[in-house]
């Protein structure tokens, strides 16, 4: 994975360069990694990603811990 160009959140503080979720991309999946950790990749699709999104603007996970 380490000829992949990863996208850095346009919610990420620009000071805090360790503290940001990153986007990536193969010929079939999206790659997810924190930057502080880059060896930990979540491996998903463009719909189950959209899907986490939208059940995250809706509040499906304000309950959780």
Excluded: I
Aim: aromatic fraction near 4%; charged fraction near 30%; charge should be negative.
């Amino acid at each position: 994975m380490t000829d992949l160009r990863w996208q850095k959140s346009s919610y990420s503080m620009q000071e805090l360069e360790n503290n940001c979720v990153e986007l990536s991309r193969d010929a079939e999946h999206l790659l997810l990694r924190e930057s502080d950790t880059p060896d930990v990749v979540a491996v998903t699709t463009p719909t189950r990603l959209a899907a986490l999104l939208r059940a995250s603007k809706a509040g499906a996970f304000d309950r959780l811990g």
